[in-house]
């Protein structure tokens, strides 16, 4: 069965690039892995073997997001799995419990170079902490910013389509690299059942609770507002 150009296969899905010479950057692997053929999202251990990247998740590749965006000729898709519902960490803190965590394989239909494959893996990263954000995550009462297992794949065409040598916000290629992994990464979390109204209502008490604490906001008015959202929390 097909799913947005992913194939699903049992327990597993498989992402076929034998349509072209695809050079591939992944954090779970050493170094530029050439001439890679297919890429297998599965419950097995991370490797690479005669031209087969395997993947790891923790659950159900149903639960996989594709998205696209493209501008003239530039094209980019992004494959993603993300489980929020435990391991959430915030940058210098300890990870949270659980087994959480977000893979985003970013397919880049263009000609890059390794630097700029590297620089595309950290605008996928900015794209995973923007989405963790926008779902009102948080880490010890302060805005969470990854998750413990997170891994990037980022794919090029080898010698083929436009050559490109920026992927950082500042260029259109980072732009779209950036909407893909916001819009792939949500909905792959609502996906595995992240409640977000629940992640909602925790972060504006404790924004609230910050604005006391800055002096913003009076105490009495502030305590105020988080009964009144807790009390309508509970009516629903």
């Not at 940058?91 to 949270?96: E, H, P, R, T």
Request: charged share 25%.
């Amino acid at each position: 069965m097909k799913n947005d150009g992913i194939v699903l296969e049992g327990k597993g899905a498989v992402i076929d690039l034998s349509d072209a010479d695809y050079e591939v950057l992944s954090t779970t692997a050493d170094g530029p892995l050439e001439s890679v053929r297919e890429i297998r999202i599965n419950h097995h251990e991370p490797d690479y073997s005669n031209g087969v990247l395997n993947l790891h998740i923790e659950g159900c590749v149903d639960s996989i997001s594709t998205k696209v965006s493209e501008f003239n000729v530039t094209k980019v898709k992004s494959v993603a799995f993300a489980n929020f519902n435990g391991g959430i960490e915030r940058a210098g803190q300890d990870s949270q419990e659980g087994d959480g965590g977000v893979l985003v394989v970013m397919i880049i239909d263009a000609d890059i170079p390794v630097s700029t494959m590297a620089r595309a893996c950290i605008s996928v990263t900015e794209g995973i902490t923007s989405a963790i954000q926008d779902l009102g995550l948080r880490y010890d009462n302060k805005c969470a910013s990854g998750s413990k297992i997170e891994n990037v794949v980022i794919v090029r065409r080898k010698g083929q389509g436009p050559y490109l040598r920026g992927a950082g916000n500042h260029c259109k290629l980072g732009e779209l690299i950036g909407k893909t992994t916001i819009e792939s990464v949500k909905e792959s979390a609502l996906k595995n059942g992240l409640d977000t109204k629940i992640s909602a209502v925790d972060s504006a008490v404790d924004h609230i609770k910050d604005c006391i604490g800055w002096g913003l906001i009076p105490e009495e008015v502030g305590v105020k507002a988080i009964k009144g959202i807790t009390d309508a929390c509970l009516r629903h």
